[in-house]
Antibody, heavy 116, light 107 residues
Framework: QVQLQESGPGLVKPSETLSLTCSVS????????WSWIRQAPGKGLEWIGY???????NYNPSLQGRVTISVDTSKNSLSLKLSAVTAADTAVYYC??????????WGQGTTVTVSS | DSQMTQSPSTLSASVGDRVSITCRAS??????LAWYQQKPGKAPKLLIY???SLQSGVPSRFSGSGSGTEFTLTISSLQPDDFATYYC?????????FGQGTKLEIK
Protein backbone atom coordinates (compact mmCIF):
# COMPACT_ATOMS: atom_id res chain seq x y z
CA GLN A 1 0.00 0.00 0.00
CA VAL A 2 1.02 3.61 -0.50
CA GLN A 3 3.23 5.07 2.24
CA LEU A 4 4.42 8.63 2.68
CA GLN A 5 7.54 9.87 4.42
CA GLU A 6 8.31 13.51 5.11
CA SER A 7 11.90 14.67 5.46
CA GLY A 8 13.81 17.89 5.88
CA PRO A 9 15.59 20.11 8.39
CA GLY A 10 14.09 20.15 11.85
CA LEU A 11 15.37 23.65 12.58
CA VAL A 12 15.05 26.71 10.37
CA LYS A 13 16.12 30.26 11.16
CA PRO A 14 13.63 33.14 11.05
CA SER A 15 13.30 34.80 7.62
CA GLU A 16 14.77 31.75 5.87
CA THR A 17 13.00 29.21 3.66
CA LEU A 18 11.61 25.95 5.01
CA SER A 19 12.06 23.07 2.57
CA LEU A 20 10.50 19.64 3.01
CA THR A 21 10.18 16.55 0.83
CA CYS A 22 7.49 13.89 0.87
CA SER A 23 8.57 10.57 -0.62
CA VAL A 24 5.87 8.27 -1.95
CA SER A 25 6.46 4.53 -1.80
CA UNK A 26 4.31 1.51 -2.62
CA UNK A 27 2.62 3.32 -5.48
CA UNK A 28 2.98 6.01 -8.10
CA UNK A 29 2.59 9.70 -7.47
CA UNK A 30 0.33 9.83 -10.50
CA UNK A 31 -2.57 10.15 -11.03
CA UNK A 32 -3.28 11.37 -7.52
CA UNK A 33 -3.43 14.72 -5.77
CA TRP A 34 -1.23 15.48 -2.78
CA SER A 35 -1.62 17.94 0.06
CA TRP A 36 0.53 19.46 2.77
CA ILE A 37 -1.06 20.10 6.16
CA ARG A 38 0.51 21.46 9.31
CA GLN A 39 -0.25 21.49 13.01
CA ALA A 40 1.25 24.03 15.38
CA PRO A 41 2.03 22.77 18.89
CA GLY A 42 -1.21 22.11 20.77
CA LYS A 43 -3.30 23.45 17.91
CA GLY A 44 -5.56 22.15 15.15
CA LEU A 45 -4.90 21.22 11.54
CA GLU A 46 -4.22 23.77 8.82
CA TRP A 47 -4.30 22.92 5.13
CA ILE A 48 -1.32 24.46 3.33
CA GLY A 49 -1.99 23.51 -0.27
CA TYR A 50 -2.19 20.74 -2.85
CA UNK A 51 -0.55 19.68 -6.07
CA UNK A 52 -1.56 17.22 -8.74
CA UNK A 53 0.83 14.91 -10.53
CA UNK A 54 0.58 17.25 -13.52
CA UNK A 55 1.71 20.19 -11.40
CA UNK A 56 -1.62 21.93 -10.90
CA UNK A 57 -1.58 23.53 -7.47
CA ASN A 58 -3.65 25.58 -5.06
CA TYR A 59 -2.47 27.26 -1.88
CA ASN A 60 -4.03 28.59 1.28
CA PRO A 61 -4.28 32.39 0.97
CA SER A 62 -3.57 32.67 4.70
CA LEU A 63 0.09 31.91 3.90
CA GLN A 64 0.23 35.09 1.86
CA GLY A 65 2.08 33.84 -1.18
CA ARG A 66 4.96 32.30 0.75
CA VAL A 67 4.21 28.72 -0.33
CA THR A 68 5.40 26.71 -3.29
CA ILE A 69 4.54 23.03 -3.74
CA SER A 70 6.12 21.04 -6.53
CA VAL A 71 6.13 17.46 -7.72
CA ASP A 72 8.95 15.33 -9.11
CA THR A 73 7.47 12.34 -10.88
CA SER A 74 10.92 10.89 -11.62
CA LYS A 75 11.62 10.70 -7.88
CA ASN A 76 8.02 9.91 -6.95
CA SER A 77 8.03 12.77 -4.49
CA LEU A 78 6.62 16.18 -3.76
CA SER A 79 8.15 19.13 -1.99
CA LEU A 80 7.08 22.10 0.07
CA LYS A 81 8.85 25.43 0.29
CA LEU A 82 7.70 28.10 2.73
CA SER A 83 9.62 31.35 2.62
CA ALA A 84 10.20 34.10 5.16
CA VAL A 85 9.37 31.84 8.09
CA THR A 86 8.64 33.11 11.58
CA ALA A 87 8.07 31.38 14.89
CA ALA A 88 4.40 31.06 13.88
CA ASP A 89 5.48 28.51 11.25
CA THR A 90 6.76 26.13 13.92
CA ALA A 91 4.65 23.02 13.47
CA VAL A 92 4.46 19.37 12.54
CA TYR A 93 4.18 19.20 8.76
CA TYR A 94 2.30 16.35 7.11
CA CYS A 95 1.86 15.29 3.52
CA UNK A 96 -1.26 13.36 2.56
CA UNK A 97 -2.90 11.80 -0.50
CA UNK A 98 -6.01 13.70 -1.43
CA UNK A 99 -9.03 12.45 -3.33
CA UNK A 100 -12.78 12.88 -3.55
CA UNK A 101 -12.80 10.36 -0.70
CA UNK A 102 -10.84 12.59 1.66
CA UNK A 103 -7.19 12.48 2.68
CA UNK A 104 -6.80 8.76 3.02
CA UNK A 105 -3.03 8.29 3.39
CA TRP A 106 -0.85 10.44 5.63
CA GLY A 107 2.82 10.58 6.37
CA GLN A 108 3.99 10.35 9.97
CA GLY A 109 4.80 14.06 10.01
CA THR A 110 8.00 15.98 10.53
CA THR A 111 8.56 18.62 13.19
CA VAL A 112 9.96 21.95 12.10
CA THR A 113 11.04 24.55 14.63
CA VAL A 114 11.75 28.13 13.58
CA SER A 115 14.35 29.61 15.87
CA SER A 116 17.63 31.44 15.68
CA ASP B 1 -13.41 30.49 3.08
CA SER B 2 -15.78 27.92 4.52
CA GLN B 3 -15.42 28.08 8.28
CA MET B 4 -15.99 24.82 10.16
CA THR B 5 -17.18 24.90 13.76
CA GLN B 6 -17.20 21.77 15.89
CA SER B 7 -19.06 21.21 19.12
CA PRO B 8 -18.36 20.39 21.78
CA SER B 9 -14.66 21.21 22.08
CA THR B 10 -14.27 18.59 24.79
CA LEU B 11 -16.47 15.60 25.49
CA SER B 12 -16.20 13.34 28.54
CA ALA B 13 -17.71 9.90 28.17
CA SER B 14 -17.40 6.33 29.36
CA VAL B 15 -16.67 3.07 27.59
CA GLY B 16 -19.90 1.82 26.04
CA ASP B 17 -21.48 5.27 25.71
CA ARG B 18 -23.00 6.54 22.48
CA VAL B 19 -21.55 9.93 21.59
CA SER B 20 -22.04 12.48 18.85
CA ILE B 21 -19.91 15.36 17.60
CA THR B 22 -21.38 18.14 15.50
CA CYS B 23 -19.68 20.10 12.74
CA ARG B 24 -21.25 23.17 11.16
CA ALA B 25 -20.10 24.83 7.96
CA SER B 26 -20.41 28.56 7.37
CA UNK B 27 -21.73 27.87 3.87
CA UNK B 28 -23.22 24.87 2.15
CA UNK B 29 -20.70 22.19 1.28
CA UNK B 30 -23.07 19.47 0.01
CA UNK B 31 -21.57 16.25 1.42
CA UNK B 32 -17.93 17.12 0.84
CA LEU B 33 -17.01 16.49 4.45
CA ALA B 34 -14.54 14.14 6.09
CA TRP B 35 -13.92 13.13 9.69
CA TYR B 36 -10.49 12.28 11.09
CA GLN B 37 -9.28 10.78 14.34
CA GLN B 38 -5.95 11.87 15.78
CA LYS B 39 -4.07 10.42 18.72
CA PRO B 40 -1.19 12.23 20.46
CA GLY B 41 1.98 12.24 18.40
CA LYS B 42 0.30 10.54 15.45
CA ALA B 43 -0.98 11.62 12.05
CA PRO B 44 -4.73 12.00 11.57
CA LYS B 45 -6.59 8.93 10.35
CA LEU B 46 -9.50 9.15 7.92
CA LEU B 47 -12.70 7.72 9.37
CA ILE B 48 -15.54 9.04 7.23
CA TYR B 49 -15.62 10.66 3.77
CA UNK B 50 -18.42 12.25 1.76
CA UNK B 51 -20.17 12.88 5.08
CA UNK B 52 -21.38 9.32 5.59
CA SER B 53 -19.10 6.81 3.85
CA LEU B 54 -17.03 4.63 6.15
CA GLN B 55 -13.36 4.38 5.23
CA SER B 56 -12.15 0.84 4.66
CA GLY B 57 -10.96 -0.79 7.86
CA VAL B 58 -12.75 1.61 10.20
CA PRO B 59 -15.04 -0.09 12.73
CA SER B 60 -18.75 0.10 12.00
CA ARG B 61 -19.44 1.77 15.36
CA PHE B 62 -18.38 4.98 13.61
CA SER B 63 -20.96 6.66 11.42
CA GLY B 64 -21.45 10.03 9.82
CA SER B 65 -24.50 11.93 8.68
CA GLY B 66 -25.58 15.30 7.37
CA SER B 67 -25.44 17.48 4.30
CA GLY B 68 -25.37 21.16 3.46
CA THR B 69 -24.11 22.89 6.58
CA GLU B 70 -24.69 20.49 9.48
CA PHE B 71 -22.93 17.21 10.05
CA THR B 72 -22.60 14.65 12.81
CA LEU B 73 -20.07 11.99 13.72
CA THR B 74 -21.52 9.30 15.97
CA ILE B 75 -19.72 6.54 17.82
CA SER B 76 -22.32 3.98 18.82
CA SER B 77 -20.48 2.29 21.67
CA LEU B 78 -17.22 3.85 22.82
CA GLN B 79 -14.20 1.60 23.05
CA PRO B 80 -10.98 2.41 24.93
CA ASP B 81 -9.16 2.97 21.63
CA ASP B 82 -11.62 5.72 20.64
CA PHE B 83 -10.41 8.31 23.15
CA ALA B 84 -8.70 10.79 20.86
CA THR B 85 -9.25 14.12 19.12
CA TYR B 86 -11.65 14.29 16.18
CA TYR B 87 -11.60 16.80 13.33
CA CYS B 88 -14.05 17.53 10.55
CA UNK B 89 -12.79 18.90 7.24
CA UNK B 90 -14.58 20.37 4.28
CA UNK B 91 -13.28 19.69 0.79
CA UNK B 92 -16.01 21.41 -1.16
CA UNK B 93 -13.86 24.43 -1.99
CA UNK B 94 -10.36 25.77 -1.56
CA UNK B 95 -8.88 26.50 0.84
CA UNK B 96 -9.82 23.27 2.56
CA UNK B 97 -10.62 23.96 6.19
CA PHE B 98 -10.77 21.92 9.37
CA GLY B 99 -12.86 22.26 12.47
CA GLN B 100 -11.01 23.19 15.64
CA GLY B 101 -11.22 19.65 16.97
CA THR B 102 -13.16 17.78 19.63
CA LYS B 103 -11.19 16.03 22.35
CA LEU B 104 -12.94 12.90 23.55
CA GLU B 105 -11.88 12.13 27.11
CA ILE B 106 -12.52 9.28 29.48
CA LYS B 107 -15.03 10.21 32.19
Amino acid sequence: QVQLQESGPGLVKPSETLSLTCSVSGGSISPDYWSWIRQAPGKGLEWIGYISYTGTSNYNPSLQGRVTISVDTSKNSLSLKLSAVTAADTAVYYCARESSDGMDVWGQGTTVTVSS
Amino acid sequence: DSQMTQSPSTLSASVGDRVSITCRASETISTWLAWYQQKPGKAPKLLIYRASSLQSGVPSRFSGSGSGTEFTLTISSLQPDDFATYYCQQYNSYPYTFGQGTKLEIK
